[in-house]
């Protein structure tokens, strides 16, 4: 037996390696799931720019941009209230934190409202999944695959919000748990500020530009 | 507003002012006669630089530790580059059905 053995016997626990990362497993568990999620998106986006680039006849339906705009004024400015929420709850005030989370989850449902107002208008204008009346019909699927995966992120999102607002409120979650879903939330407002040029703007009709 | 809630406020009302601005400038490329690839890097540049405030401030990965942050980054990067590998085929798809030349 070596020496190495021998002392290692001696001493009940071996000496472990510092956290390299060193941050709460569950932020951890965020940030991976936001790497994930990452991919996805990107996945989605690759496949769109592929198809868009692929076709010379891809349609150029927005006329108008501007309920896009406001949306998109608002999912930023929840961003912000989400921060004001995690700053209040990293300073005690209990009240404020929960106060700013449920002004975010309100954002995100008129946000919410507001996106599916815009797919109304693209359905009554006939855009299905399979067909539309302006060009190759991969335009309607690619559409309410990328903007719907945001829309699923965005309503999960809203959720979460509220309920980590109640349970915060009510003493079983703290401040950790306001950044875990604060980052979660940061992120689906950043994917839909890729969504938004690559989507809508870069489509936009040209007599509209 | 506490105090509570303005301690540490300044800097990402300063950051989404950035945000709204280059949102707005997006907005204003979108609107003006410009079209193909210098649309596509304007607008690219664009959600880039967002990202970057999202991410440091917004997200606080900048205050993680720096370890953390080149995990995060570089495998980031990492897909996003390799997924760049779609394009050749696409463009051998646009000029097939352009020219009905070349492998369908």
Known sequence: ?209 | MTTAERHGIGKYVAVYICLLVITALQFVIGYQNIQGTQLVVRMLTFAIIETLLVVLFFMNLGSEKPVFVKFVVYFMLFVLATMNYIWTDSFRLLLFRLTKVGPS
């Open chain 1, 1 to 209: 037996m070596s020496e190495a053995h021998v002392t290692m016997g001696a001493h009940t626990a071996a000496p472990m390696e510092a956290p390299p990362f060193a941050i709460p497993s569950k932020k951890l568990a965020m940030w991976l799931f936001v790497m994930a999620d990452v991919m996805t998106f990107a996945a989605c986006v690759a496949a769109y720019a592929f198809t868009r680039n692929a076709t010379p006849d891809w349609p150029r339906p927005f006329h108008s941009v501007t309920a896009v705009a406001v949306m998109t004024v608002i999912m930023l400015t929840s961003g912000l209230t989400m921060l004001i929420a995690l700053g209040a709850a990293k300073a005690g005030d209990k009240a404020g934190a929960f106060r700013w989370m449920m002004i975010t989850a309100v954002a995100g449902i008129i946000f919410t409202l507001l996106h599916i107002r815009d797919w109304m208008g693209m359905i009554d204008q006939g855009v299905g999944l399979l067909h539309n009346p302006w060009g190759t019909a991969a335009f309607g699927a690619s559409f309410y695959a990328i903007t719907g995966f945001s829309l699923l992120h965005i309503s999960i999102g809203t959720i979460a919000l509220i309920i980590v607002a109640i349970r915060y409120q009510g003493g079983r979650y703290n401040a950790d748990d306001i950044e875990i879903v604060s980052i979660f939330w940061q992120f689906v407002g950043l994917v839909w500020l890729f969504i938004v040029p690559v989507v809508y703007l870069m489509n936009q009709t040209p007599a509209a530009r």
